[in-house]
């Protein structure tokens, strides 16, 4: 059974039943089919760099390759800081309570979102679907399995319903120009005229 997403707010805890917003499930999709000349459905397969085995599609899915065709089960796998040392991976975030705090928009904006969450209404508590009400966007960290950096999850309402929305910080600042560049005059479109000699050409 699926765990909620359990969040902390008002001296209250809401466990919130998620499902995913996916864009086939508003738009429906449609599926590119290849076939052969006798209309047989055709597998993809990665011809390997030597051309000796033709791997069928999830053959290397569970496997780590080096640039010295060395392979690395997952299991085998870690995860290291900038001096080697190995980082300690966090559990899931998952039916376990987070504090909710409030965010900015700006906050929630600066935030690369990656997946989206329709949240069933019927199961957050008073204090939170009223400040959810108010207009207010609730930040708390996610973490969907175990891992080694928490994502950031909004929870905000709008006419459709409740929604989390799991993002990350994009780490830069926007650029903006404070001033507009001051528009040329008649006079300053003259002086370039005269540097122009042709007749040096």
């Known amino acids: 059974m699926a765990k909620n997403i359990v969040v902390r707010w008002g001296g209250e805890e809401s466990a919130l039943p998620f499902s995913k917003v996916e864009r086939e499930k508003l738009y429906g999709k ?22 000796s085995a033709l791997v069928l599609s999830g053959g290397t899915a569970h496997v780590n390759v080096d640039d010295k065709w060395t392979a690395y089960e997952q299991e085998e796998r870690r995860a290291v800081d900038l001096e080697g040392h190995p980082l300690e991976t966090k559990p899931s975030t998952l039916g376990v309570a987070q504090e909710l705090v409030e965010a900015s928009v700006d906050r929630m904006l600066d935030c690369t979102t990656s997946v989206v969450y329709q949240l069933e209404i019927d199961t ?34 709008n006419d459709e319903g409740v929604f989390a929305l799991v993002g ?15 528009p040329e005059t008649a006079e300053q479109e003259d002086e370039l005229d005269a540097d122009l000699d042709f007749s040096m050409m």
């Open 30 to 51: 449609k599926d590119r089919i290849v076939v052969d000349e006798q209309g047989r459905t055709c597998s993809s397969a990665w011809l390997t760099a030597d051309g």
């Open 124 to 157: 957050i508590g008073p204090a939170l679907l009223a400040a959810l009400g108010a207009g207010k966007i609730l930040e708390a960290p996610f973490l969907y399995r175990d891992g080694l950096t928490p994502d950031a999850v909004f929870l905000l309402k």
């Open 168 to 182: 990350r910080p994009t780490g830069f600042d926007f650029v903006r120009r404070e001033a507009l560049p001051e």
